[in-house]
């Protein structure tokens, strides 16, 4: 159960399936630009490729294994270890991986690098195939809207492992950007996203100079983003971490000590009172993030929570709190009506990691995140019936290769050309 909606949250899945049906590859749109302002594309969590420089031992890219389609990698490589391997990883260090990729979290919960080891997006803008290959299928889909990848289209990686503004996505983000406008001639960009990618943008647009955001950046657009800390996700606290065989039965999609989802607490706000996690008889919502995590045993991530958890951080609370809405207009599509796991129900503790087959707890949602995820930005748009958008039936990673949901950015890209961006309900 874990695995498979894990993997589904991921996309390897999903787009498995659409890259052996339509045989999409990496490709072009129109030679001529000019009618299209650039867009800048933020990945989910783990769908960045990452570059991995260990002092003394070896340098080499990474994809997650969970979260990577085979299909969909830059060739030759037909899985995620074979990809490291044809990278530079050398036999001899492959189990030493996980220990390189793990943060170090301190007595104060500060989340580093564990020692020697260096971490860095593979490129930033230049190369969306080698840096996000699992959306080439949206890249696609916008060849035949007009843009052209890596000139009018680009994808910022980013270290998913770090909590917002803990990592370099905001200052790589700025760089992104002024070079799209300068390749575009000085039309305004669109900053697009998708999930963990839409959180990072948030930040980004609520902490960066207001000045050069008005000036560089036209609107941002959400493909079913997470702005919030991710209820099921809490299980990963608890788990083996990641695994090479992205079919064991006891991995999670991320390590267990990676604070960038599971450090951000889970907001009163997005999930209320609502039960989120049982162990035996006692029930945890929300409120009881910290005790969840240090009865299910993740001491160290409690510590991580009560440092990077969002509701301490000013930038989150502008919106989620106060109501401010973001610097630029802003609209968000997402799926409804299918059911969502939210939580389990665990036996006993501290055996939570021992519990694959735990029973799910659900509610509305995407299939990946739930209703009160996506709906969050609700508490911050203009207006919500202009900004917002709800697609029935469409899973959390089939959004971004949904026709009609695509259409939309390119619609309310288009309409930001002319300082008009247009409603997704007119």
Not at 184 to 195: D, M, N, Y
Not at 364 to 384: H, V, Y
Not at 391 to 413: E, S
């Amino acid at each position: 159960m874990l695995r498979l909606e894990n993997a589904t949250r991921a996309g390897a899945l999903g787009l498995v399936g659409l890259a052996l049906a339509t045989g999409l590859t990496a490709c072009s749109g129109p030679a001529d630009t000019a009618a299209v302002p650039p867009i800048v594309f933020a990945p989910g969590l783990g769908m960045s490729a990452l570059a991995v420089d260990v002092e003394g031992a070896s340098s080499f890219s990474f994809l997650v294994p969970a979260m990577t389609s085979p299909d969909l990698l830059p060739p030759p490589a037909t899985s995620a270890l074979d990809y490291s391997q044809h990278s530079g990883l050398a036999e001899s260090d492959v189990d030493r991986v996980r220990e390189w990729l793990a943060l170090d979290i301190d007595s104060t919960g500060r989340a580093t690098n564990a020692p020697g080891v260096s971490v860095a997006p593979v490129s930033l803008g230049a190369d969306f195939h080698a840096e996000c290959p699992q959306y080439l299928p949206l890249a696609n889909l916008l060849s035949e809207q007009g843009w052209t990848t890596d000139v009018s289209l680009r994808c910022l990686p980013y270290d998913y492992r770090y909590a917002p503004g803990a990592n370099s996505f905001a200052a790589d983000l700025q760089k992104v950007v002024e070079r799209s406008v300068a390749a575009a001639g000085g039309l305004k960009a669109v900053i697009a996203c998708h999930s963990q990618g839409c959180l990072m943008a948030d930040h980004a647009l609520r902490t960066l100079d207001p000045a050069w955001v008005s000036d560089n950046v036209a609107s941002l657009f959400g493909f079913a983003g997470q702005y919030s800390g991710c209820s099921d996700c809490m299980r990963w606290a608890f788990s083996a971490g990641w695994s090479w065989d992205p079919g064991a039965v006891d991995a999670s999609p991320v390590d267990p000590t990676w604070v960038g989802q599971l450090a951000l607490d889970l907001q009163y706000s997005v999930y209320g009172d609502n039960v989120l996690y049982k162990i035996g008889e006692e029930e945890f919502r929300a409120l009881d993030n910290t005790s969840l995590l240090q009865e299910g045993g993740a001491v160290a991530m409690a510590r991580a929570t009560e440092r990077y958890a969002l509701q301490r951080q000013e930038w989150f609370t502008s919106g989620d709190e106060s109501g401010v809405p973001l610097p630029v207009p802003a609209r968000f599509v997402y799926g409804i009506d299918l059911p969502t796991t939210v939580g389990y129900a665990f036996d006993a503790a501290p055996e939570i990691s021992d519990q694959p087959d735990a029973p799910s707890i659900e509610a509305d949602g995407d299939g990946g995140d739930s209703a009160w995820m996506n709906e969050a930005p609700a508490r911050w748009t203009s207006d919500r019936r202009c900004d917002m958008l709800g697609l029935p039936g469409i899973k959390h990673m089939a959004i971004v290769t949904d026709a009609d949901a695509v259409r939309l950015l390119a619609t309310v890209a288009r309409g930001g050309v002319a300082d008009d961006v247009p409603c997704l309900n007119p």
